[in-house]
């Protein structure tokens, strides 16, 4: 019975092993933590240099360029800087020096801003920039410290 009880104990160690060993599969962690969008980089609250990298990640949601059209489920990000979430959800997010664009269906977006605080709201949207609704969002606070 003993060797029985060892071979198991055994058998248990190489088997954990194994699984803790592998890449892929199974259930990971990230930084969206099962958020429908969030803004991976940078983090909130943290001091950055400008020119900066804003990039999101979706769950549930796929990110594809704007010219594929309206597609449940699917559309793009668009960064709002130091401006608000739009009203009117039924209407298309504005597109000036506040309201950044990214139909190409890009995960990422380089921005330049002043030195100072800013906020910065990543807004998913359908192919026609029409957010949905309820909105899927998620915003940050940074410090530009240094302008490049």
Known sequence: MKIISKVMALLVLVLFAGCAG???GGSTTTSSAGKALAIVKPATLSNVSSPLQVCM???GY???PAK???NPGKGHHHLLVDVSIPADL???IA???NHIHMGDGSTCKTIELPKGQHTITAL????N???YNPPVTDAITVTVVHVN
């Open 124 to 127: 998913f949207a359908q192919g």
């Open 22 to 24: 592998q890449t892929g």
């Open 90 to 92: 039924s209407q298309a």
């Open 62 to 64: 796929t990110v594809e």
């Open 129 to 131: 920039h029409v957010p």
């Open 95 to 97: 597109k000036d020096g």
């Open 68 to 70: 594929n059209g309206v």
């Open 57 to 59: 990640e979706t769950n």
